[in-house]
């Protein structure tokens, strides 16, 4: 699957100048959390046959915002502070921003709902849960 320029993943490739990409967001329903994912860069449309070697990106652990190991409430703080816009202990809007399956860069009720339900071992309520967002920094990686 490919990196579209909106951040989700698609079947056709997308090829844009590195200024262009930046740095996005990727969030799909396709990410699972707790996984690990190949990324490479494929710069071919710029450089016949350049192709980054791949690299693994983690998803992290479902509700964990925390990254401690524990979902709890101190995940549902993190997520009320963020819906203020205070992102304390390293958290981001990508990192608070759980639901829905296509991320919508808003931290809201339904983000905090989404840990109080994983607190309670209730399973997310679609297929495939869309992972923490990961970085990725397109371009050519050597
Ligand atoms: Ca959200």
Redesign the pocket.
């Known amino acids: 699957m490919f990196v579209q320029p909106d951040g989700t993943l698609g079947e056709e490739a997308v090829a844009q100048l590195p200024e262009t990409w930046n740095t996005i967001f990727v969030g799909d329903q396709h990410i699972i959390p707790d996984s690990v994912y190949e990324v490479q860069s494929d710069c071919s449309a710029i450089f016949p046959g350049l192709v980054s070697q791949s690299i693994p990106v983690s998803t992290k652990v479902w509700a964990d915002v925390t990254e401690d190991g524990e979902i709890d409430f101190s995940d549902v703080l993190l997520i009320i502070d963020g819906t203020d816009g205070n992102f304390r202990d390293g958290a981001t809007l990508q990192s608070?921003?759980?639901?829905?399956c296509i991320?919508?860069?808003?931290?809201?009720e339904?983000?905090i709902s989404v840990v109080k339900d994983a607190m309670i071992f209730y399973p997310f309520p679609v297929e495939h849960p869309v992972s923490y967002i990961f970085l990725l920094r397109t371009g050519p990686v050597f």
């Open positions: 608070l921003d759980l639901f829905p991320p919508d860069r808003v931290i809201n339904d983000d």
